[in-house]
């Protein structure tokens, strides 16, 4: 891969890793909001969340063999 082409796709994950710390941002809100308006539902519901986030860790972990 030639200097040039590298530069871009860091440029693109740059502009990503900007795009996606505003979004943490909105999400943590979101979260805050739910915990203070449906506190047992958002716990329930942050349960299933990271039980997927643990199916998603253990799939890349496949990847790294």
């Known amino acids: 891969m030639k200097k ?37 539902e958002a716990r329930m519901l942050m349960k299933k969340i990271n039980q997927e986030d643990d199916q998603i860790s253990a799939l890349l972990k496949r990847l790294e063999q």
């Open 4 to 40: 040039k082409d590298t530069n871009h796709y860091f440029d693109i994950i740059d502009q990503i890793e900007k795009v996606r710390s505003r979004n943490n941002v909105n999400w943590m809100d979101v979260l805050r909001l739910a915990f203070r308006h449906a506190p047992e």
